[in-house]
């Protein structure tokens, strides 16, 4: 099992871009989750999703977008990227499907974005 | 609002020395109780977790914590630590009212030959 995979692993954009970030797990989760990570920060939740077809915002959902089309894909967008979007993104799975994070969470190893 | 403090942003000690990281948490009920490890260049792994029940909570890698609920801590102690364990480790809570993760800023540990 690969676990949970995150594509690509490093970008550049430039202010204005947009992309997608790619997270897949074969674990067979239920839930998926989108967080950031900023230096001297705790990881901060953006969007979840408890079950596919559904999402929900977390903590900073601004500037973002998710799709959650297939149950083993989560995919986050950035409609108009800003430097204040420069962040290490992680993407974690849990087996439960109520989007509850007392599951335990299985992250991917992360892509470094710069937005300049 | 919750939220979680680690005091310390980076903590070093000799192979084979023990080991406590500190987490304090500011909440008013107990919540759910987290610590996650995050070797480099790699996601997240959870080491234990505390729900109820018995205050000390075995983990993975020789790991343990305390719950305190009079200091609202949640401190990770190890009694010998490897080379292996030079990672960041970061505490989170879950309260009732959100039942997401709140995250500490995390401690950096180094590991001294």
């Known amino acids: 099992n690969a676990g949970v995979t995150q594509t690509p692993k490093f970008q550049v954009l430039k202010t204005g871009q947009s992309m997608t970030l790619q997270c897949a797990q074969d674990m067979n989760h239920n839930s998926m989750y989108w967080y950031r990570q900023d230096p001297g920060m705790g990881l901060r939740l953006i969007y979840y999703?408890?079950?596919?077809?559904?999402?929900d915002k977390g903590e900073v959902p601004d500037g973002y977008n998710v799709s959650r089309l297939k149950k083993q894909n989560f995919l986050l967008g950035l409609e108009s990227a800003a430097p204040s979007q420069t962040s290490v993104y992680f993407c974690?799975?849990?087996?439960?499907?109520?989007?509850?994070?007392?599951?335990?969470?299985?992250f991917g190893p992360g892509t470094r974005l710069t937005v300049l | 609002a919750q939220s979680v403090t680690q005091p310390d942003i980076h903590i070093t000690v000799s192979e084979g020395a023990s080991l406590e990281l500190r987490c304090n948490y500011s909440?008013?009920?107990?919540?759910?109780l987290f610590w996650y490890v995050q070797s480099p260049g790699q996601g997240l792994q959870l080491l234990l977790k505390?729900?109820?029940?018995d205050t000390l909570v075995q983990g993975i890698k020789g790991f343990e914590a305390e719950f305190k609920r009079s200091q609202s801590s949640f401190n990770l102690r190890k009694p010998s630590v490897h080379w292996s364990d030079a990672a960041e480790y970061f505490c989170a809570v879950v309260t009732d009212s959100n039942y997401q993760l709140i995250w500490g800023a995390g401690t950096k540990l180094i590991i001294k030959p």
């Open positions: 909440y008013g009920a107990t919540p759910y």
């Open positions: 505390y729900f109820s029940g």
């Open positions: 974690a799975s849990s087996y439960g499907s109520s989007g509850l994070s007392t599951d335990t969470q299985y």
């Open positions: 999703s408890a079950s596919e077809g559904t999402t």
